[in-house]
Each structure stands twice: as C-alpha cells, then as structure tokens.
C-alpha cells in the first residue's frame, strides 16, 4: 500500500512539475531579446564550435588552436552537443553569436523551466498543503526569473549550474533514506556540477559530510563516483599544465577580492556601502552616507570603485567603463597602474596565472589585513542579496535558505548554503554568483509557506474543535 502511494505520489509531482515547466516556458521566452551574445556567452560558443571542428578543448580560436583550461569543460560541451543536433555545427562562432543567438537563448529559457518544475515538484510531494505550494513556487520563479533577463539572454553556465545544484540538493535530502541509485546519482551529477563551475570542486565536500552524518557507506558510493567523474579532466589539466584544477580563472577572482580588502583606505568604505547596494536603494542609501553617482567618475572620491556600481541583475541595467590606466593594465601593463580595484585585480590575477607573483607576496597575512577583511565582510554579504529586480524578494530568500537549515529539511539546503559562504567568503561576491541558489531558495521559502499556511489551519481546526465541544455554532 505505501508503495502504491509513493508511486502515485511520484506520479504526481512528475504531472504538476511538467505543468510548471510549460507554463515558466510561457513566461520567460518572452525575455529574449535580439542582442547578440557577448563575453562569457560567444567564448563558450567559441570553445564549442572549436572542440568540434579540431577536436581540441581551447577557448581562443586561430588556425591551430591550443589545448587550454580557461573556462570549466562542462557548458562547452554540452554546447557542442546542442550545435550538432541542430546542424549548426559548421557556423563560425560569430556567426552564431550574431545569427543564431535565439537558439541559446530558447535553451536558457528551457534549463530555468526545468528548475521552476523541478522545484514545484517538490514542493508538491513535501508540502501538506500541495496545491497551494505548488501554486507559490511556480509564482516565485516566475517573478523572479522575470526580474533577471540577463540568465535568459546571456549564455554562460549559470542556468545549467542552477539545474544541477537544485538536482544535487533534491538528491542529497532523498539519499539520506534512499537507495545507492540514489547515492550514484548524486555523485554523479555532483560532478558534472564541478565541472560546470569549478569552486564545487571543493565545496562538493559539504553535501558528501552530510550524507556521511548519516552513513559512511551511502558517502563513500557518492565520493567515488564524484572522483570518477572529475578525475579525467584533472589528469588532463594535471598533465599538460600541471595543476590539477577544473580551470585557472579562480586565481583571478581571489586576486579581485584581495585588492579590494586590503587596498582601500577608510574613507572608501562609504563608497563600498554604496556601490555594493542594490540600484534601487542606492538614492536613500546615498543620502545617508554622502555619497552621489558623480562621485565614481574619474578624479572623484569613490573613482577606485566605480566598476562596482555595474549591476545587470534586473530590468534595469547600470553600466560602468573602465579608465584609461586601467585599459592598459589589463593590456599588458602593471597592475599598479589601474586606478581602480577591479582592474587592479584583474591584471594582477593574469599575472599570479603566468606565476610571476604569489598571493602571499602581494598582501601577507597579518593582523591588520585580517581587521580589515573583517570589516568589509558585512559589505560583501550586503552585495550577495541584490541578485533580482526586487531587492526584498532576494532578501526573503536568501534568508529562507539559511532558516532552512534548521528544519527537518536541512539536507536540501547545505549545498547552496555552502557555495553562497564560499563567494562571500573568497570572492568579490557579486550578486550574479547566487544566481545558483535559486532554485533551493524558492523551495526554502515555500517551505516556510507551507508550515504556516498548516500551522494557521492546525490552529483554526483546534478552535473550530473547542467551539464545538461548547454547543456553539462556528
């Protein structure tokens, strides 16, 4: 009988998830736009278009390109995949970047549905209240997903690892009772997530401790089936380049996060404040700190920051240029030479990569650095919540996820809870870096929903219950 039931059940989240994903479909293909596709999104078309025609993974196209390991192999791969079953294959990257743009950007809207469906599926089978649960997270992906174009129109790997993360949460929270199919299977697509965006590589060893709360054997089938699936690529980055890394831009990144904690001088910190907020708090936030958009141009108070006030997380995009001395930085010249952080940064993490300097030479650690990332800290975590057009929205559900993990639920959130600590911890934490989490967030704040939509009904059955018992007619 309860297998017939968890049958049917399966059955029937399977149902309403198909239901959502149609309906996010709907609603999300008309964000495309007809913008060509740019950075992140025509190097990956690049290194697709090349892995077919020279059978090479390189991410610079020439006559004879060169094996490289700039970019994680995962979304370029399946890129090439997706330009051979649509005949696209023998187009030349600009061409599809120009002339075909829609066809990837169909495919973002696709991966976002599936997380929509995915995620109401879910809700579906945890939920008491089932069609309510299903009804909000299909309204809250929507909204949110509507709020940020740029995941549809933009073609890096952000929506795929969303998918993968969102299939590695469900399949952590299930594990702890299922079977080792299901132990396999979240091994398994653990690693094709590490191979989508490297950091998971090593935060892959939160979701592995906590099935290993559990049972050591049930972690020990999902490690080695993660190890299985990593290991080649590391053995090829290992023996051509000597680093056993999914790519080397993390350097990079961690370079971009060290100027900024420990170059800036105290008086910058308001222009931190105000960079890192969300542009549709920044007129009040400005107002209280004394600080206006002017000051960001070069020569003005806040001009080492002005990268910062970039944001194209929502409807509305805010753009920022780099200066002069910066453009030369990032062409060769010294790192000191840019004026502002970001582009400090950038240059010098192309220089830790060819290994002509070490973290360690640039900031040593001491206590006055450690102060200072300390202080900054708050900042940062500010930055990380404006990944929507609302502002709230983002707050409400980044702080469902965290609650989350004192629920009865806790294994469906500690993998996102583990890579939004990473960025805020490691990185310049730019809102876009959550983006992942949101399929775990929507389910966390359904959650939530779901237990006091059942708390509010328990107390009006209780009461309904009392008046009975008194003679009185409810």
Known sequence: MNKKISTHLTICAIGVGCVAVAICLLVLTRLIDNEPLVADGKENLTAASILIRYRVFSSIDSPAPTPDMMREPAWPFATAGLLLLTGLDQVEPHCLAIQHHCVFKVLNAVILALVAGLASGLAWSMSRNRIAAWGLTVIVACITFTTIPRMVNRFNNDPMAMLLLTIVSALTYFSMKGTWRSWVGLGLVLGFLALTKAQFLYIAVVPIVAVACFSLK????????????????????????????????????????????????????????YAFTHPRWRGFVGGVIGVEPDDFDQGGKCQRFNREIAFDMGIERVGASPFAQDITAMNGGDWRCAVQYFYQGMALGRELEAGHHRLSEVAPFSLDNLARYVKTLPLFAWRGLGFSGFPILSILLTVSMFFLLMTRAWPLAVLAIASHVFHLALTHNIPRYHAVELGVMIMSMVYFFDEALGFICDRWKIAHRLRGCHGVKP
Do not use: D
């Open 218 to 273: 049930r972690a020990g089938f999902v490690l080695l089936t993660f190890v299985l699936v990593v290991t080649p690529w590391l053995a090829r980055n290992t023996r051509l380049y000597g680093e056993p890394a999914i790519s080397v831009r993390g350097k990079t990144v961690a370079a971009v996060r060290l100027i900024m904690v420990t170059k800036y001088a105290n008086s910058e910190l308001a222009c931190m404040a």
